[in-house]
């Protein structure tokens, strides 16, 4: 609307129905893969600079340093180490006897598109009408309202993904969201961060479709369906490339929402977010992605990934998982708790994962329950370490490690100081900021408000 | 390495009372009785029973001694609201027995039949500490939300032998409030009616047995079979497990168990806070999970991690539990008993919530939850705080029987573990 309307300003109205019909042309060329469309409107607020003195931080590289000092001015991190002086003119935040980790950053969420209460009202992750819904953005069904975004927040989480539902092969795209309160979801989007693809196998997509007569009914009918869908993506993206190359001649090949997203994972820009159990499947998944030219990013909930740790390594595929779920259905009947950190062990990306809106507020302990198993199965694996299951590595998987996950200098301030050992179920988030901003404080009522839907409710009158 | 050479070991006295002297030393033992916590202690186990157990206990000549400094031991953990012998994949209905959709058989359904001992998910609750459970029916609504109880609940013992059934028939389910609501046509005053009706009914069937088995008795909506099995809930003999969670619809289960003469349980209760002292009067337990503070529906909209703690403050007998119908996810019961302590509840509590009330709820308390001098030894021995993800378990007995520290899962890992470790 900007060059809409500065032409506006400027032109006649022959000069304005030209600027339009252009203007409209760009749009419509920019509003692509890119992610220029529903653009994030959340601006941090400023917030002075601070100090967190005193405490055992784990840094989310590797390291945990005890009586550290974290630094954070202009909502980056600045400096953290052990013998750091306060500079003048900063908050200073007693850390003494607690911890401090990056944001917690959760890479498989439903929170806003399965909100609570659960109602069929707005109950909107499955657009389960079509095997392949790749068009649709679960960013349109997300409810800034649901209850669940503060709570995750009261459990440390900064940044979340939201996926649309594994009913249909393709589910549709994800969205990457900042967990600070907003009326609006675009007020919750992560600046720029790339999207996903959400795609499913097993037994979801073929006993939705098997069910209603229509395929996918197998699983050879769900990889029939996803090599037929990559087959139209290619076609659509070389007609589109062809069309950029000669100097965009002609009418553009019209748009095509459902292609569209799955030529922006053709072209590397949207990263494949995999839900699949079996370590068969995945092997399949991967030569598909061979087959069409482009990678996964993830594989999700991967119960079976321990059995081919080594391949998921060298495909560089993060694989997010629990350590305590397994055995609802048959493609989940092997999970064991040590799934993460086997693939760690292998050199692999390994996340802890919630999909859920009970685990996503203490996704920390089920981190400890994963790493306290392998270690004593005879892994060695240290807290330094395990923390970047639930940090760097999300990242990692969202493609925003760049700006999160880590607290190293020049990363967005997005930080969770802990009343005690993280891993422990005894472990509260006292305090945390999304860039550099205080969003929640457990001894603050200001920065616990409810939702607009639970407040006047009844029960409301103790906090959570 | 040595903890897969310490498993193997155990296999070799997997599975029987044996007929040995076995001493846990210099733990802390959490008795769950009057002895209270003793902060380093000595157990010795003869014979599968506990032969002595305190502070100044001698180690008899020839006892295998464990190690237990540094550890705890605590009484077997029961899991409340479990399917655990009745499913093997939840989404596989041939493989699950913890639910009917018969609607001759609501009442009458009756768990602690069919269950098997050969689930691979006992030995994985095991690890968890977990020596019994409460296998509680579900409602199977394939057919529609048409049944008014799910059936009758046991406690069961995890030592995977044939005999499993710790006490069956010990209590009664039923939903109300919302999901009640639905059962009766969609209302709430229905659903109240309903169940005042089928009272009714059954005391009528049981003051008139002989007419009804001479075909002379008057119509009643439920069949024979499931009046028969809830006259004892209409006598007060048998526990009724009502499921509910708002605030309002505990008042009203308060009120007619009060008019009705019932043994309740409170279970959900995620707005029991609310209600707390009216519960603590009525001197309902409640069986309430730790974990659920979300505002799911419209009558969980004060959920809150604090429930455990204000219930029990305000003097309300609770027991903790993981979900409703937990089974492959058993192992959280006890990080759940942590997070409440979190959240303010005591830490004995929090352990009695998990170990002795459960077992004096459902009427087994002369068999397990607590360590006594006598009893047969259904224990745990943690190398750590035994609430913690933290700490695993080193020693388990069901009932006297020790088991050994493995189970499918770890028999997975261990296939795909890389030997170069």
Redesign the interface.
Known sequence: MGSVSKFLRGSGMRVLAAALSLASGVAAEQNDARGEAFPSTYRPAAAPPLAIVGATILTGTGVEIPDATLLISNGVIEAVGAELAVPEGYVRIDGRGKWVTPGIIDAHSHLGVYPSPATPSHEDGNEAVAPNTADVWAEHSVWPQDPKFRLARAGGVTTLMILPGSANLFGGRSVTLKNVPAVTTQGMKFPHAPYGLKMACGENPKRVYGSKGRSPATRMGNVAGYRKAWIDAADYARKRDKWEKTGKAGDPPKRDLQLETLAGVLKGEILVQNHCYRADEMAVMIDIAREFGFSIRTFHHANEAFKIAPLLAKEDICVATWANSWGAKMESLDGIEETAPMIHAAGGCAIIHSDDGLLIQRLGQETGVAMTAANHAGLSISRGEAIKWITANPAKAMGIADRVGTLEPGKMADVVLWSGNPFSVYALADRVWIDGVPMWDRADPRYQAPSDFLLGQPGQDFAR | ????LLALAALAFATSASAETIAIVDARLMTMTAAGEIERGTIVIRDGRIAAIGADVAVPAGARVIDGRGGTVTPGFIQADSTLGAV?????PTSADRATHSAAISAGFDISLGLNPDSI?LPVARLAGITHAVTTPLYDDRGGRDLQFAGQAAVIDLAQRPDMVTRPRAAMVLEMGEGGAERAGGARGSAIVALRATLADVRHFAANRVAYDRGEGRPQRLSHVDLEALIPVAEGRMPLIVKVDR?SDIREMIALAREEKLHLILDGAE?G??VANDIAAAQLPVILDP????????S???????NAARLHAAGVTIILKTGSGV???A??LR?GA??A??WGLPYGAAVAAITVNPARVFGVADRVGSLERGRAADLVLWNGDP??????PQAVFVEGLEKALTAR??E???R???SA?
């Open positions: 390495m040595t903890c897969r093997e994949v939840s989404q596989v998910l605030a707005e806070w609310r974990l659920a503070d979300l505002p799911r529906s419209f969980e909209l004060g959920a809150s991690m604090e089974a492959h996810r192992r959280e990080y942590g997070n302590v979190a609430l913690e993800p933290l700490s695993q899962p770890l997975l890992r261990d795909y573990l890389p470790r």
